[in-house]
């Protein structure tokens, strides 16, 4: 055993144990972080600092959405900010600026600021872990948009919603277990001589 597979587990120990902290955080006071979400919603619109997102990401982000749901037969069409599905009479859903998932970016640049401190990991395999946790978070967030899309469609708008509040983000939780796991297995590398050889 070496002492830097020592060391490299307690810290994979100490990250997951940190993880698994803010999901319980989450679910205790999920009620009051929709709450907050909807205040800060209305404060940024208030001072119209949603409008770069809403008139550049928005439009991106609903075609890419559109893009996923094409296979299973939707027939999808970008109606200005609204997203267009079915075929003889299409259900309109409207993609906000305030589920574009900035709250997934959140969790992942929190985790990442922790799992990735420090220098027992070469400079690259960090830089490549970032960016498939970056990727994965955006392509999970799509998935995310496009399941609440289905749910809507075949449920109604407020079992989508409960989806859109609670599920989306054990679903992002749900990630991040599975990103680190990875990150930790086959992608984050240990720099040499950083530990001592124990016989």
């Given at each position: 055993?070496?002492?830097?597979?020592?060391?490299?587990?307690?810290?994979?120990?100490?990250?997951?144990?940190?993880?698994?902290?803010?999901?319980?955080?989450?679910?205790?006071?999920?009620?009051?972080?929709?709450?907050?979400?909807?205040i800060?919603?209305?404060?940024?619109m208030?001072?119209?600092?949603?409008?770069f997102?809403?008139?550049?990401?928005?439009?991106?982000?609903?075609?890419?959405?559109?893009?996923?749901?094409?296979p299973?037969?939707?027939?999808?069409?970008?109606?200005?900010?609204?997203?267009?599905?079915?075929?003889?009479q299409?259900?309109?859903?409207?993609?906000?600026?305030?589920?574009?998932g900035?709250?997934?970016?959140?969790?992942?640049?929190?985790?990442?600021?922790?799992?990735?401190?420090?220098?027992?990991?070469?400079?690259?395999?960090?830089?490549?872990?970032?960016?498939?946790?970056?990727?994965?978070?955006?392509?999970?967030?799509?998935?995310?948009?496009?399941?609440?899309?289905?749910?809507?469609?075949?449920?109604?708008?407020?079992?989508?919603?409960?989806?859109?509040?609670?599920?989306?983000?054990l679903?992002?939780?749900?990630?991040?277990?599975?990103?680190?796991?990875?990150?930790?297995?086959?992608?984050?590398?240990?720099?040499?001589?950083?530990?001592?050889?124990?016989?």
């Amino acid at each position: 055993m070496t002492i830097v597979s020592s060391k490299k587990f307690i810290f994979q120990k100490k990250t997951f144990i940190y993880i698994f902290l803010i999901l319980v955080f989450v679910l205790m006071f999920m009620p009051f972080v929709t709450t907050f979400n909807d205040i800060l919603t209305r404060v940024v619109m208030n001072l119209d600092a949603y409008k770069f997102i809403q008139n550049y990401v928005v439009p991106w982000e609903i075609r890419m959405v559109g893009v996923i749901l094409y296979p299973f037969g939707f027939q999808p069409a970008v109606v200005g900010e609204y997203l267009a599905i079915g075929k003889e009479q299409p259900f309109l859903i409207e993609i906000a600026w305030n589920c574009v998932g900035w709250q997934s970016l959140l969790f992942f640049v929190l985790t990442s600021w922790i799992g990735l401190q420090g220098d027992r990991y070469t400079n690259l395999s960090k830089v490549k872990a970032w960016l498939i946790g970056f990727l994965g978070t955006f392509l999970v967030n799509l998935g995310r948009i496009a399941f609440v899309v289905i749910i809507a469609f075949y449920f109604g708008q407020n079992v989508a919603i409960i989806f859109h509040d609670y599920g989306s983000t054990l679903a992002v939780l749900g990630w991040l277990f599975i990103y680190w796991w990875f990150s930790y297995s086959f992608v984050l590398e240990t720099r040499e001589g950083s530990g001592v050889l124990l016989s």
